[in-house]
């Protein structure tokens, strides 16, 4: 499963999406409307295009836990916190200098064991400088806890990533002594908050 999705992610996140209330559908990977062989998902409403999931460290889990439940047979394997790199699409670059487009928070924090987060600064080309000039926005990134947070342009598929880093659970749970089932599901993800900081940042890559 390394570098593979589950299926099962796609499903929770989009049920997650549709039941705050947005209108949120599945795109498979031969869908015209996603990035070529990418499964993504599509907000509708938003200024971002789709919601395309990658591993951050290259596969499924970061760490591994392990129980046995109350009853024989039955067992729940909590594969987490697996990283996930949430990539918010923007289509359409191709009149545009990707080096402008670069940008990445850089946080200040104090503190030695528990750090605390005091400041953050946008570094990268033109479009960082714009970033750091909104002081809303900094705002909602900071207290909305939307970071690691980066944008990389996608030149071959004309478009840009807007990258958030997330720890999620994936949990599976398999139960049967003779034939065992399996049922996988994921939680813990992004706050909905965070698509209001994406929004904001993408009015501000299609003015760069």
Excluded at 111 to 120: A, F, P
Excluded at 130 to 146: A, E, F, P, R
Excluded at 186 to 196: G, M, Q, S
Aim: include cysteine; aromatic fraction near 6%; glycine fraction near 10%.
């Amino acid at each position: 499963m390394v570098g593979i999705i589950p299926r099962e992610v796609f499903r929770d996140l989009l049920a997650y999406y549709q039941n705050a209330g947005l209108n949120a559908e599945l795109l498979e990977t031969d869908n015209p409307q996603t990035i070529p062989g990418e499964k993504s998902i599509k907000i509708g409403g938003r200024k971002f295009d789709l919601v395309i999931l990658k591993f951050a460290g290259g596969s499924i889990g970061a760490s591994r836990g392990f129980t046995i439940g109350p009853s024989i047979g039955y067992q729940r394997e909590n594969l987490g916190p697996t990283l996930i790199n949430f990539n918010y699409v923007v289509k359409g670059i191709s009149n545009q200098n990707e080096a402008d487009l670069k940008a990445e928070v850089k946080e200040k924090t104090e503190g030695l064991i528990s750090k605390k987060l005091v400041d953050i600064k946008w570094v990268g080309g033109i479009l960082a400088g714009q970033l750091n000039g909104d002081i809303d926005l900094k705002n909602m990134i900071m207290t909305s806890n939307v970071l690691p947070l980066k944008v990389e342009p996608d030149g071959k598929n004309n478009c840009v990533h807007i990258i958030n880093e997330k720890g999620i659970r994936i949990i599976i749970q398999r139960s049967g002594i003779l034939v065992q089932k399996a049922e996988t599901r994921a939680e813990n993800f992004p706050p909905i908050e965070t698509l209001d900081v994406i929004d904001k940042i993408t009015s501000y890559i299609k003015s760069t």
